[in-house]
């Protein structure tokens, strides 16, 4: 656990600016936090929160590069590609802890490419880097605090609350949505209650 968790620390650090390895730092703590609250493998959490963003130092250019060669290549890599390759960092942040890391476990790789975009039928880990990306300490929203509190009390309801502020923020942003994600909100959103 403790050599793993260097290797992780030794690669973020060397790679991401402070900033964006203390979101990094932050993430994992509040990930774990809501682990072991909604009784999930707090350990799982972490390591997911450290690895989430460990491709977000790559440039759009770069970003497409990864996936040149490789196979299988997110289901929606031709139109992230052409409308916003910088989506793509978290399914190389699964790559890249796929083969340096050596992780094996299809809930941490789903958690870390899944972090942006959502997708339909997330494990409840998959969620909480998903809300934590979101909430965690450091992001500066007004309506965090109120969304942390949610988070501790009712995941489902948190996640909800995140996927529709993203899809709201890129609707008022005249921005690109992708489709991975309009299926989640179909997947999630029109419910009244989440069922997965």
């Known amino acids: ?9 030794d690669y973020i650090s060397a790679r991401l600016s402070p900033k964006r390895f203390e979101h990094s730092y932050n993430v994992a703590v509040f990930a774990a936090e ?33 996936f040149a060669n490789r196979q299988p290549r997110p289901k929606y890599f031709k139109e992230i590609k052409e409308n916003a390759p910088q989506l793509l960092h978290g399914f190389a942040a699964a790559v890249i802890a796929k083969e340096e890391f050596k992780i094996k476990d299809k809930d941490i790789l789903n958690a870390i490419s899944s972090h942006t975009l959502a997708r339909e039928n997330m494990s409840q880990l998959e969620k909480i880097i998903f809300i934590a990306d979101y909430a965690a300490e450091g992001r500066k929203r007004k309506e ?17 609350a995140v996927l529709s502020a993203k899809l709201i923020f890129v609707i008022k942003n005249n921005m690109w949505i992708c489709a991975q994600t309009i299926a989640a909100w179909n997947y ?9």
Do not use: P
């Open 188 to 196: 999630y959103g029109t419910e009244k209650e989440i069922k997965n």
């Open 144 to 160: 965090l605090e109120v969304l942390r509190k949610l988070a501790r009390e009712n995941l489902d309801g948190a996640f909800k």
């Open 1 to 9: 656990m403790e050599n793993l968790e260097r290797k992780i620390f």
């Open 34 to 66: 809501l682990a072991k609250i909604h009784k999930i493998n707090a350990y799982k959490a972490q390591v997911s929160g450290l690895l989430h963003d460990l491709a977000k130092y790559k440039t759009d250019k770069e970003l497409i590069s990864f």
